[in-house]
């Protein structure tokens, strides 16, 4: 009898809710998870582990150590589009298929990139702290020259699954829409434009791209200088990518007129950081994507590629350009 592919499955997800997920595999397939939620606890459930379901808070992560401990290792499934958490060279160099969960929350986190625009136009959140705070600043609002969105020319930086869908509900509303990726799309809704040049003519600009060694500190000081006087950041990517000073220096200079924020540099964001108290600023604790519809879209990609890893079929959205037909070690 075939010995069980043992699925190790790390935090933050609940041991409960992925017994429930995979218990249709039945006698395929055992479920683990580390005995302590921290780095000793990972390395001691690696060596048996056939698939890993990895973390995507980035607590415990696959780096080269942990990649040479998992012996047995023949499939990564990230529960979640980033894979900064994975030494993505390590598994691609040891055979390992890595697959995200690409996708899965493309209309949330577009949606919210439309709804923190909205808000910066308008001035919602600052608004809504005087008004609490007992003040009634009709005046001051206006003063603040309210935007209607349709007016705004929306620069997208990225254009994967969660750009295209943005750059769709923009235009939408009215906007003028361009885009920049490193692969230009022929079909789309919205105008290719080279990165500098997307900068420069964007009133609101939505970073929607991955983390890489390239995109680092892609749209640092140089590139924000470029931008409209009184323009708009909104970042539902990585933090790393527009870095949290380099958008408090352009806040300061009034180059940007107002920042909303699902990432950041460091999360959570430190106690006491400047970014925590700038009026101009709207804060969220990464969770673009935290709709009920995007987890219940996650936890389908989940079950159904470790699924077909287990029975056999080929696995989707293998980011690392292996095979998708997991091979038992």
Known sequence: MTAPWRILSLPPIADEIVRRLFEPLGDAAEVTFPQTRDRAG??????????????????????????????????????????????????????????????????????????????????????DRRV????????????????????????????????????????????????WTRRPRPKSVAQYRELDDLLASSDILVLALPLTDETRGLIGPERLALMPEGSLLVN?????????????????????AGAALDVFDEEPLPEGHPLRSHEDVLLSPHSAGASIQSQLNLVSVVRDNVTAAVRGHEVQNVINGLKPQVTRR
């Not at 973390?55 to 040479?68: C, E, K, P």
């Not at 408090?248 to 009034?254: H, I, K, P, T």
């Open 42 to 127: 990972l390395l001691a459930a690696l060596p048996d582990a056939d698939i890993v379901v990895g973390d995507f808070s980035a607590r415990l992560a696959l780096d080269a150590d942990a990649v040479r401990a998992a012996r047995r290792l023949a499939f990564v499934q990230m529960p979640a589009v980033g894979t900064d958490s994975l030494d993505v060279a390590a598994l691609t160099a040891a055979g390992v298929p890595v697959a995200n969960a690409a996708g899965f929350n493309a209309r949330g986190v577009a949606e919210w990139a439309v709804g923190a625009a909205f808000a910066l136009c308008r001035h919602l959140a600052w608004a």
């Open 132 to 179: 609490r705070a007992g003040g009634w600043p009709q005046p001051d609002v206006i003063a603040r020259r309210p935007r209607e969105i349709h007016t705004q020319r929306v620069g997208i930086v990225g254009f994967g699954a969660i750009g295209a869908e943005a750059a769709r509900l923009f235009t939408a509303l009215g906007c003028t829409v361009s885009y």
């Open 236 to 256: 539902v990517a990585r933090g790393g990518i527009a870095p949290d000073d380099a958008i408090l220096s352009a806040l300061e200079s009034g180059r940007l």
